[in-house]
């Protein structure tokens, strides 16, 4: 199993570019999730997904839209790049729902620079 | 969710168990503690957790007090490569987790 896959894992935009982060994992997962973690921070949930076309927003949702078409895929787009959305976004995934119980699953990061 | 307390930083030789406490004073009965890590900037990675009795995996030990106010993370015999920044996160579930700023373990040799 690959686990979870992050693409790209390094992006520079400009401010107003909006740009797709992708996330994907072969584990069957039903319960995905994006995290931002600015420097010196911890994690801070954007979106999350129980399922194919079940999302919901997180502690820092703004200025972020998901979709979930399939058990596997989980993209983050941003709609119009700004500064404050400079970090590194974390995709996870784990069994289970909401209320699962299950560690998640982490991928690489993908280190965003908005300029 | 329940607030956790760490310390900022620990230091432990390389060999030698590494113990770190983590404060959870108002968890309530249904709230598990989970431990995971983050290796320099890499993603989180699970370690271990628990509602109320000891547990134990190939990583490390997750002793939680009777009172489950308190619990303590031990790696058993710390390397280099155990050096990490160590979250405790009490939540009833291990969705839509809060992660603090966590730990950093310093182990040196």
């Known amino acids: 199993n690959a686990g979870v896959t992050q693409t790209p894992k390094f992006q520079v935009l400009k401010t107003g570019q909006s740009m797709t982060l992708q996330c994907a994992q072969d584990m069957n997962h039903e319960y995905m999730s994006w995290y931002r973690q600015d420097p010196g921070m911890g994690l801070r949930l954007i979106h999350y997904?129980?399922?194919?076309?079940?999302?919901d927003q997180g502690e820092v949702p703004n200025g972020y839209n998901v979709s979930r078409s399939t058990t596997e895929d989980f993209p983050l787009r941003l709609l119009s790049a700004a500064p404050s959305q400079t970090s590194v976004y974390f995709c996870?995934?784990?069994?289970?729902?909401?209320?699962?119980?299950?560690?998640?699953?982490f991928g690489p990061g993908t280190r965003l620079t908005v300029t | 969710d329940a607030k956790t307390t760490q310390p900022p930083s620990m230091d432990c030789a390389e060999g030698r168990a590494a113990n770190l406490p983590c404060n959870h004073s108002?968890?309530?009965?249904?709230?598990?503690v989970y431990w995971y890590r983050q290796i320099h900037s890499q993603g989180p990675q699970y370690i271990i957790h628990g509602l109320k009795n000891n547990e134990t995996n190939e990583m490390a030990s997750l002793i939680i007090t009777e009172d489950r106010k308190s619990s303590t993370l031990i790696l058993p015999h710390a390397t280099l490569r155990d050096t990490a920044v160590y979250y405790c996160i009490v939540r009833r579930a291990a969705s839509k987790l809060t992660f603090g700023t966590g730990t950093r373990l310093q182990v040196t040799l």
């Open positions: 996870a995934s784990s069994y289970g729902g909401p209320t699962t119980i299950y560690e998640q699953y």
């Open positions: 997904s129980v399922g194919a076309g079940i999302t």
């Open positions: 108002t968890i309530s009965g249904n709230e598990y």
